[in-house]
């Protein structure tokens, strides 16, 4: 996984921040994570988008609004499912930091 | 447009705006709105979300109050959705392209979204199309409000289009309003089917989601006949079926000259055409069609209908009414048949792992002892106004045969005890719709005064179908030659014993077995009161010799199939408008 974000320019001014993350809790991203998800990234003021890339089994790319819990939810995004995440905007570092550290917590689902 | 193919049950084609009914009888109407008063539909639509919002909170503080955070979270996601700009977007924008009030615009976005839910593969995912569900009902019902409009006071002519009817719904409907049915489920004996028959017009079932694919407000093509419904129909097609739909008046004109005509073959051997209700009210259309009395009256729809159990006082008012329509023709009263597909309004289904071989029908009456005796009290009671007949349904040993008329007997004394109005001597007969029954055929006939084939349970008990199950719907039939063997035995066993007999199943009114059942010796036909003129027209175009060619014939068939396909070339020979 991607690790260093990418940050051109110091904070305050516009950033696009890009990461790539991977669904790791059993049931995906269903319902309650996808609100979890959508709750934090209403809190930041940059745009968040969710890509879902091709790959096998995904037969066509989608980028959805990564605070709209409807089209997060759309991405049918399952345990093992990588996803990009970018932000921007000018907490679009913060964003991106907080919203994998979900997703890599599994949502602080048991398993 | 979109062509969707089901189940046709009852025949015709109707052309008009849908009206859907969703469990909670919530009607979406759709208005066009001028532009000026775009502004104020969105404006409803904001307040509605808002308020649908703030009583979700509420709802889910009461929850978590009662039972903790795990239940509340669950109604996180609604309120999610309810937040959501996408969706909120989604509605305002159908408002704003479509021109449409706010109830209507809510019942299309969500019905875009409830299906982008059905196609997913996650089926933990796809479930959550209850929520959408939800949230649609939510809205609606605080943007509806107690103002819903309910469905008894219609201001035009409508096809109504459900999942499912439900009895207590289709009691409730305007039956000069409604002129079709679509439903997502049912087969060719369900509820929708039977009611949509007694009202003559057209309904299509088991559509799978006709209720999800059609708002209200649409206009849709019923065909009843081909099993298809369309849905905003193209120009071309409203042409072609507006002719199909003159064609058919034409046809329907055609039967109607038969009204007064008797049912007999060209070699002059008459057979009697009776006609099967639900509700006295349909005797007036009945006899207009031609039938010659009622050879079933469906009396559990007096339970299902109303709240609660009805009295002897219900049941005597609603047997006087049929009997005094009916003026001297006969009346079959068939005693309750409750349980397994119809329920007691409110009671529901009962928990029984199989009850299509449970407790139902006359095994329930003989266990629900005050509740029979009331129902046969009526009918003697109401037998002194005209020919009362009592038909026990679903006979499976002669055991109960001889309990039902032991119950009959006593309730006889105790009339007399009381000095009651009553009449004791009507004629007792029975539904042979068990194998058991029929392969008895000849031991019943020595004890009953008719026997009545209801072909729809002797096909599902001989051939093991469940009829209201879409994926077995398909083996259902009544040219199975082990039916069809049956139903000869019993004809037969009757005709030696010189009693009466007819067949009351939807088999009696399909044309396709007119000239079978003719030639069988079958002496009696009660069918849904349409279907009437069309079979008294085969009737009197053929011959008894011929009828009786036919049915050794096709008695010589080893397969449905073959059964099929040679009765329709021989009735399309009289009547090729038929199919």
Known sequence: MNSEPYSPAGPST?????????????????????????????????????????????????????????????????????????????????????????????????? | ?????????????????????????????????????????????????????????????????????????????????????????????EIQTSHTNAEYAVSVAMKKLAGTFLAMKDSYLADRVKDVYDIEKRVLRTLIGNAHEGLLNLQQNVCVIAHDLLPSQTAALDKNRVKGFACDVGGRTSHTAIVARAMGIPAVVGLGNVSSAISGGDLVIIDGTRGVVIVDPDADQLTEHEEYVRQYIEFEKELATLKDLPAVTTDGHAVTLMANIEFPAEINDALDRGAKGIGLYRTEFLYMASVIEPTEEDHYLAYADAVRRLDGRPLVIRTL???????????????????????????????????????????????????????????????????????????????????ASFKGDVPVGMMVEVPSAALLASNFAREVAFFSIGTNDLIQYTLAVDRTNERVAGLFTPAHPAVLSLIRDVIRAANRQGIGVSVCGEMAGEPLYTLLLLGLGLNTFS?????????????????????????????????????????????????????
Do not use: W
């Open chain 2, 337 to 419: 048949d409750l349980g397994a597909d119809k329920y007691i309004f409110g009671k529901g289904p009962s928990k029984e792992a199989n009850p299509f071989l449970g407790d139902r029908s006359i095994r329930m009456c003989l266990h629900n002892l005050p509740m029979f005796k009331a129902q046969l009290r009526a009918i003697l009671r109401a037998a002194v106004h005209g020919d009362v007949r009592i038909m026990f349904p679903m006979i499976s040993t002669i055991m109960e045969l001889r309990q039902a008329r032991m119950v009959l007997n006593d309730v006889i004394e105790e009339l007399e005890d009381e000095g």
């Open chain 2, 1 to 93: 447009m979109e062509i969707m193919k089901g189940i046709g049950v009852s025949p015709g084609v109707v052309i008009c705006p849908a009206v859907v009914l969703d469990a909670e009888d919530l009607v979406i109407p759709r208005r066009l709105v001028d532009v000026n008063s775009v502004d104020k539909e969105v404006a409803r639509l904001r307040e509605a979300f808002t308020k649908a919002t703030d009583d979700l909170n509420v709802f889910r503080a009461e929850l978590k109050a009662e039972h903790g955070n795990d239940i509340a979270s669950i109604f996180d996601f609604h309120a999610g959705l309810l937040k959501d700009k996408t969706l909120l977007n989604s509605v305002l924008k």
């Open chain 2, 527 to 579: 069918m849904n009161g349409p279907d009437v003129p069309e079979v008294k027209k085969i009737i009197r175009s053929t011959t008894t010799e011929h009828a009786r060619q036919v049915a050794r014939k096709v008695m010589s068939f080893d397969s449905e199939r073959q059964v099929v396909h040679y009765l329709r070339e021989e009735t399309r020979k009289i009547i090729p408008e038929a199919f």
């Open chain 1, 14 to 111: 516009m950033s696009v921040v890009t990461r790539d993350i991977v669904i790791q809790n059993h049931l995906g991203l269903h319902a309650r994570p996808a609100m979890q998800f959508v709750d934090l990234a209403n809190q930041f003021t940059s745009e968040i988008t969710v890509e879902k890339p091709l790959a096998d089994g995904v037969d066509e790319a989608v980028t959805v609004d990564g605070k709209s819990v409807m089209q997060m939810i759309t991405l049918e995004a399952t345990q093992g499912t990588k996803l990009h995440v970018t932000a921007s905007g000018e907490d679009a570092a913060a964003a991106v930091e907080q919203l994998a550290k979900l997703v890599d917590d599994k949502f602080g689902e048991d398993e």
